[in-house]
């Protein structure tokens, strides 16, 4: 299983970005596919996630309201579409696959870097004026 991001890049604040992950494999309705995101000089964190069916999902703190997770069993890909980016979003950007989902009273969980499978190239995101 292998997994490609795609769509970072310059944006001005309060811009728009949408980020793509596409798998090479099969991703069974149980895996978790997630974004982290990684700044200098800070630790990789979780951002949002879905399940391989597209049913559950969840975010971080900081970007709930204004991103959005979504999952296209089509093309065995999921895209992160990020609005009202402020400078504080800049990072890169990494899909990553856990080969499982994990509820706790039906909340999706995200989980962290360290319990990531597999892991994508990443993709720089740059807000600014």
């Known amino acids: 299983l292998r997994i490609v991001e795609s769509g970072g890049g310059l944006v001005q604040p309060g811009g728009s970005l949408t980020l793509s992950c596409a798998a090479t494999?099969?991703?069974?309705?149980?895996?978790?596919i997630g974004w982290f995101r990684q700044a200098p000089g800070k630790e990789r964190d979780s951002v949002a996630c879905?399940?391989?069916?597209?049913?559950?999902?969840n975010y971080g703190d900081s970007v709930k309201g204004r991103f959005a997770i979504s999952r296209d069993k089509a093309e065995n890909a999921v895209h992160l579409q990020m609005n009202n980016l402020t400078p504080e979003d800049s990072a890169v950007y990494y899909c990553?696959?856990?080969?499982?989902?994990?509820?706790?009273?039906?909340?999706?969980?995200?989980?962290?870097?360290?319990?990531?499978?597999?892991w994508g190239q990443g993709t720089q995101v740059t807000v600014s004026s």
């Open positions: 990553a696959i856990r080969s499982l989902q994990r509820l706790i009273y039906g909340t999706m969980q995200c989980g962290t870097a360290d319990e990531t499978d597999v």
């Open positions: 494999g099969s991703v069974p309705d149980y895996y978790t």
């Open positions: 879905i399940n391989g069916a597209g049913s559950k999902s």
